[in-house]
């Protein structure tokens, strides 16, 4: 399986992009999904969509070239189980 590249963003790439950033690079672990996991702003997801495939953000942003999940899950808990399973099915 190729390496996967997952960008994780919220407003100000800091504080709620760290917390899913470490549950997401969890997931992947225990799924065997071989991923690099970047944090960072939403503002800067233009400039770096074209090398990722996936988007996983606390915060709303919409794409046509790449797959986004908007994950409060990992922040409340509530619905984690759904998101992962999209965020594996995306990415196997």
Do not use: W, Y
Not at 29 to 56: F, H, M, R, W, Y
Not at 71 to 78: H, I, N, Q, W
């Amino acid at each position: 399986m190729n390496k996967k590249h997952v960008l994780i963003a919220c407003g100000t790439g800091v504080a709620t992009s760290t917390v899913v950033c470490m549950r997401v690079k969890e997931e992947l672990e225990k799924n065997g999904i071989p991923a690099t996991v970047e944090q960072c702003k939403v503002a800067e997801l233009p400039s770096k969509i074209e090398n990722a495939d996936l988007v996983v953000t606390t915060t709303s942003f919409e794409s046509d070239a790449i797959p986004v999940i908007r994950a409060l899950s990992f922040l409340t808990g509530v619905g984690i189980e759904e998101d992962v399973k999209k965020i594996v099915e995306i990415l196997k």
